[in-house]
């Protein structure tokens, strides 16, 4: 792919290095840069690529630089391009584009045509092992998909969120304004996306009945063999389910 080419899409942001964090489950964390309620905004999210026989399904796709690229390409074949959150895909037509990938979306949410996207549900996933996980409350369309691996591997995106604390990808006034918003919270329902989708207390029963230990989410850090009860007492918290 030609520089000219490359320019037709956002650029590449700073990230971190690709990180086997389960066999086959790869998590690289990058910058997001964006304007929201007329403020500029630099925060982290995160990138899950998992690998299914020789080929490499992205969710929550982010842009990765060219030598981070070269050892995606070592790890397999970019095949599919998963998008669960109606507030991400700034970086999902590059790598349509770069890989002549399949483009996944949940129901409901707006594709270019061009992208010839393809609706997901729980037995039209491109992972074998997988399951879905929709939203059916939420004002925004919204996925969960969990990798019947290692006990149960959810990978979400803006609904369940991880952030510990702020990290490199983080500008000052960011961190500010997020900490005073209660971003940084372990195991937690993301606070905007709360605002925005308005889900009820309905969803948030249906997935605790689902088995799961660990989490990879599309801000944070991946949180490990004690997920289902971590996120459970946050449900608890706020739906008093």
């Not at 599919?80 to 409901?108: C, K, S, T």
């Amino acid at each position: 792919m030609d520089k000219a080419h490359t320019s037709l899409f956002p650029p590449a942001l700073a990230h971190g290095a690709i990180e086997e964090v389960f066999k086959d489950v790869f998590f690289v964390s990058g910058a997001m840069e964006t304007v929201l309620m007329d403020l500029d905004w630099q925060f982290s999210r995160n990138m899950t690529i998992v690998r299914d026989g020789d080929r490499l399904i992205l969710i929550n796709s982010v842009r990765l630089s060219d030598p981070a690229l070269n050892a995606l390409d070592q790890l397999g074949t970019v095949t599919d391009v998963i998008r669960l959150g109606a507030l991400h895909g700034r970086d999902d037509e590059f790598y349509v584009d770069r890989y002549n990938a399949q483009y996944w979306v949940m129901p409901g949410m707006d594709a270019d045509p061009s992208l010839k996207a393809k609706g997901l549900s729980d037995d039209n996933l491109p992972i074998s092992g997988a399951s879905l996980f929709q939203f059916e409350t939420s004002n925004l369309p919204e996925g969960v998909i969990r990798l019947d691996r290692e006990g149960g591997i959810l990978i979400a995106c803006d609904a369940l969120q991880n952030w510990l604390q702020p990290d490199e990808h983080f500008c000052d006034a960011s961190r500010e304004r997020m900490e005073g918003m209660g971003f940084f919270t372990p195991a937690n329902v993301g606070p905007v996306w709360m605002q925005a989708a308005e889900p009820e207390a309905a969803d948030f029963v249906r997935l605790k009945q689902i088995p799961f230990k660990h989490a990879l989410c599309g801000h944070g850090e991946p949180l490990r063999d004690s997920a289902h009860e971590a996120y459970s007492a946050t449900f608890n918290r706020l739906f008093n389910c």
